[in-house]
């Protein structure tokens, strides 16, 4: 089992910048990759960015190219979610998640509220 913790949402104005952190913990040596998800209210929940095992694979979804960047601390089980540049369109609920073979997420965190005034 994998637990997962978000943190560093909050209110931002247009154009800040905010940077999430997904904390896992417990059996977490087969973990294969690490995902970042957000869902806006009234939207279906959509792919943000991954990251693999070692740091180095990545991807991004295409409404997130360019102002986000997705990167992890191994010492201490922590994926990063630099957002910069915020728009009052980026306000969601932010998700990370944990895939043991690359396809289906099989674990999931409780999210952490974005929300960008304009």
């Known amino acids: 089992q994998v637990q997962l913790v978000e943190s560093g949402g909050g209110v931002v104005q247009a154009g800040g910048s905010l940077r999430l952190s997904c904390s896992a913990s417990?059996?977490?040596?087969?973990?294969?990759?690490t995902g970042w998800f957000r869902q806006a209210p009234g939207k279906e929940r959509e792919f943000v960015a991954s990251?693999?095992?070692?740091?180095?694979?990545?991807l991004y979804g295409d409404s997130a190219k360019g102002r986000f960047t997705i990167s992890r601390d191994n010492a201490k089980n922590i994926v990063y979610l630099q957002i910069d540049n915020l728009e009052p369109e980026d306000t969601a609920m932010y998700y990370c998640?944990?895939?043991?073979?690359?396809?289906?997420?099989?674990?999931w965190g409780q999210g952490t509220q974005v929300t960008v005034s304009s």
């Open positions: 990251i693999s095992v070692n740091g180095a694979g990545t």
């Open positions: 417990g059996r977490t040596g087969k973990s294969y990759a």
């Open positions: 998640a944990v895939t043991t073979r690359g396809v289906e997420y099989d674990y």
